[in-house]
């Protein structure tokens, strides 16, 4: 009697897993929308599986793109093994490892279908495309950041900066910054001032180290110098033929990191700087004791912005302002980029994995389409956003709130954020593609610190506080669009692996030593045994490369 | 003593355990010497796209670059001494702690300790390494109760000293393995003639006699056994420890072999080479196991083959 009772409900148990299982594979092909996946070998946060504006997207293109992320590897070791395992997703993003790729033969050349999609083709003039043209004269992949269509409309400052909480210009009486000098300064006075921060310590200054982004401490002497960010190399062209410059070897980056070293020694600098991860960076930021750093914009503002908007900081002077700072008084500064910086290096790639390849090209041309677009970066209409008279786009502050909610953003909000897209004006010729940069929506999203401190230093926009030199790019920018494709094959691609090994083990150090001199110039040993000259020799090389490419 | 004939006879007796054997062998085979295939690339210039056939052969080039780089020299020299840390401690703590359990009368007082002591075995490394990021970490329980205690006046960050790294990578093995590693001393104890124990309370031998004079020359064989083939383990110093609370600057001493391996052979794309260091790992572990193996031959202790 009572092993029936158990067989029945074994029974029973198994229809149910049955059915479920049924259901699930009911569930993978909805219809006609064909799925696809996509891997980005940078850190990002997935959405969740039935996110609403995805499902749109997938009704209105007939695809949807699962996409996954960087978990607690390098984007170097991700790509590694993906190629060691040869299970490729069918999109494809892979950062530093895009050249690896491309040499194992798994992108499929763009060429053909550029000419077939126009809206990929708009991305870029033919000249750029052909930037993006490898060896074998294909193109295999469009990066898709700044891009601008139509009229600029750039109200953040998307690069990088020392960046400082307003309520520290507040408290110090918005005063001029234009050292380091000045700017350790006047953190390390509002620290003895205001010595906690919702009952824990602040921290006046930290500095990410982890794995490609230690440029948080590593680049920071080439922006001192007044030079832009040609990213791992100076070049200067002040003489008439542009030459290559080692920023790490400079009087700057020595003063710089001598600066660096003083202030860890009193005491001001995060003493976790060297050893945190970008996880614990980002929430250590998110708390709003850290009063400042060097850093992109990109790589801390998204996050740490909507949690200081979600925690109500946002209204005591946390965001973040830059400063256009200097090694000396009265230099020009080139802290921002005011033009698109195209960085051929990396973007999105098609594989040969994909068993559709010519409609994963029409989903990359579809969601370029002013109404897919809006939906990726606005929302839905009536719900993330409404409409005035006059067809411009604006949000409430309920709406932005919710937008800046991570729940929010997994369930309902769907960017495709390293799929193509546009920066600038809409097609439409009024409102901005992305609402961060409708002046409306920015100022209107303003905190009332950030507010009180643009009034003080009498600007309109983030670029207008920091300050740098208004003009266009150099033929040859951005450097390091070519020192990121390096590959260990060359002499130079092995020393610029040699070098970045020695600066993440020397840089932290130098910054923590007692006997700065003693351990600088062993640092300075340890950087020359990687031979640099053979890596700055081939740099050259592309630099003469592109000037002439330029003057054809 | 002259080795005895096998016969048809026998072998159809033991049909079924020789079937069982086979499938072990089959398995060995495909799992353990298949894959040996593979140190063809050590000797090649291996790249993916071309495969074993095509690639291009290019000698002992990979060896020399391999043993010309100061990084694979610091590797080893890490590897090593970490490796043997561990095993020193891990080894001498489970037999420690095997005894001082078999010492304790109380019944459930001994199973609970041991259950409790043997639970960290089933985490994974990331939990543990997870753990002790968050204890050692500047606003952790360690630096909270040195600075509360007066110890130090200000909190030290752990990972930022080259000279901790090691103890810490020991103390995470020792706490994970001690309870796991002791369970087998713990039943070679329990095989031990009580009638010794009862012999030596009558001779009027104490507790620290008895463990000395009975417990422990009774767990020898299964020391020295286990020894030799920890020997053989010593340059599996670890990998996942190392990679998740390495960092830039306790890189030059928190680097192992398979570390060095995964840069070189996956992110650098340079499996060659990456193939070289292991092929390395595999001829010190094999010299390091038939060294022990001799030496204990000659001790006339126990030995594995």
């Known amino acids: 009697m009572k092993n029936r ?22 569930k993978k092909d909805d219809g006609d929308i064909k799925n696809f996946t996509m891997f980005i070998a940078m850190a990002g946060s997935e959405i969740n599986d039935d996110n609403e504006i995805q499902q749109i997207i997938a009704e209105k293109t007939g695809v949807k793109v699962k996409e996954t992320w960087l978990t607690g590897q390098t984007a170097a070791e991700a790509v590694g ?234 209204k005591l002077g946390c965001n973040y302002v830059p400063l256009g700072l200097t090694i000396e008084e009265g230099m020009e500064n080139r802290w921002h980029t005011y033009d698109d910086t195209l960085n051929n290096s990396s973007g999105v790639a098609v594989t040969t994995s994909c068993k559709d390849i010519d409609a994963a090209f029409k989903f990359l041309n579809d969601i370029l389409d002013q109404e897919i677009h809006d939906l990726r970066f606005w929302g839905v209409e009536g719900v993330d956003y409404l409409v005035d008279e006059d067809g411009m786009y604006y949000r409430t502050e309920e709406m932005r709130t919710k937008c800046a909610d991570p729940a929010y953003q997994a369930s309902h909000l769907c960017n495709y954020s390293y799929m193509p897209q546009w920066l600038g004006t809409s097609h439409d010729g009024k409102n901005a593609m992305q609402p961060n940069e409708q002046a409306s929506e920015f100022f209107d999203g303003l905190a009332e610190p950030l507010v009180k401190c643009f009034e003080a230093y009498n600007a309109d926009s983030y670029p207008d506080m920091i300050g740098s030199v208004v003009e266009h790019n150099q033929p040859w920018f951005p450097m390091y669009s070519f020192s990121n494709a390096m590959t260990t094959d060359t002499p130079g691609g092995k020393a610029w692996v040699k070098m970045g090994e020695v600066k993440h083990e020397w840089l932290p150090r130098v910054v923590m030593s007692s006997n700065f001199e003693s351990e600088w110039n062993a640092y300075m040993d340890a950087y020359k045994a990687a031979n640099p000259q053979n890596f700055l020799d081939e740099m050259q090389q592309e630099l003469n490369r592109r000037v002439e490419a330029a003057a054809e | 003593m002259k080795a005895k004939r096998i016969s048809w006879k026998e072998l159809k007796n033991q049909k079924f355990l020789l079937i069982c054997t086979a499938c072990f062998v089959v398995y060995g085979i495909i799992f353990y010497y298949l894959p040996l295939g593979g140190w063809i690339m050590a000797f090649q210039n291996y790249k993916t796209k071309d495969g074993f056939f095509d690639s291009q052969w290019v000698g002992f080039e990979k060896f020399k670059f391999l043993f010309s780089d100061a990084t694979f020299l610091r590797v080893i020299r890490n590897t090593l001494a970490m490796g043997v840390l561990n095993l020193v401690c891990t080894f001498v703590m489970a037999i420690v702690f095997a005894i001082l359990l078999n010492e304790v009368r109380l019944a459930i007082g001994k199973k609970f300790v041991q259950t409790v002591s043997y639970l960290p075995h089933f985490l994974s490394w990331i939990i543990v390494t997870g753990i002790l990021h968050d204890a050692l970490s500047s606003s952790g329980i360690i630096n909270e109760l040195l600075v509360k205690l007066g110890i130090l006046d200000t909190p030290i960050n752990f990972f930022a000293h080259k000279g901790y790294f090691w103890p810490i990578v020991a103390f995470a093995n020792v706490w994970k393995e001690t309870g796991w590693n002791a369970i087998v001393y713990l039943a070679a104890i329990t095989s031990i003639d009580p009638s010794l124990y009862e012999a030596a309370t009558i001779d009027g031998a104490g507790r620290w006699a008895k463990i000395k004079n009975i417990t422990l020359p009774g767990i020898r064989p299964t020391i020295m056994i286990l020894l030799i083939m920890n020997i053989g383990n010593v340059l599996n110093a670890g990998f996942e420890v190392q990679y998740l609370l390495g960092n830039g600057l306790v890189k030059s001493v928190s680097e192992t072999i398979d570390i060095y391996t995964l840069t070189w052979g996956v992110s650098q794309n340079d499996f060659s080479l990456g193939t070289a260091a292991g092929i390395f790992k595999s001829v010190v572990a094999i010299i390091l196991i038939v060294a022990a193996n001799q030496f204990a031959k000659k001790t006339g202790e126990q030995r594995l083959f």
């Open chain 1, 5 to 26: 009772k158990l067989q029945r409900v074994l029974a029973l148990g198994l229809l149910a897993v049955m059915v479920l299982a049924l259901a699930g594979c009911n």
């Open chain 1, 81 to 314: 093994s993906i190629i060691a395992g040869g299970d490729y997703p069918d999109f494809i993003d892979g950062g530093d490892g895009m050249m690896a790729l491309y040499d194992e033969g798994v992108l499929v050349p763009w060429d053909e279908y550029l000419d077939k999609y126009p809206n990929l083709k708009e991305m870029y003039s033919d000249k750029e495309w052909d930037s993006f043209r490898q060896e074998d004269g294909h193109i295999y992949w469009a990066n898709v950041f700044q891009n601008t269509y139509g009229e600029n409309r750039a109200t953040t400052h998307n690069d990088e900066a020392f960046w400082i909480q307003v309520r520290v210009l507040e408290w110090a009486g918005y005063p001029q910054i234009k050292t380091l000098d000045q700017y350790f300064d006047v953190l390390t006075r509002f620290a003895e001032a205001n010595p906690t921060f919702k009952d824990a310590d602040v921290i006046p200054y930290t500095a990410l180290c982890e794995d490609w982004k230690y440029f948080c401490i590593e680049n920071a002497p080439e922006f001192l110098d007044g030079y832009p960010n040609d990213g791992s190399v100076i070049v200067d062209a002040s003489s008439g033929t542009p030459t290559i410059v080692d920023y790490n070897t400079t009087p700057t980056a020595k003063k710089y990191f001598q600066k660096l070293n003083e202030q860890y020694l009193a005491g001001n600098i995060d003493i976790e700087f060297a050893t945190q991860t970008y996880d614990e960076y980002i929430a250590k930021l998110s708390t709003g004791r850290v009063l400042g750093m060097c850093d992109q914009w990109w790589d801390f503002a998204y996050t740490v912005n909507d949690v200081f908007k979600q925690q109500g900081l946002d």
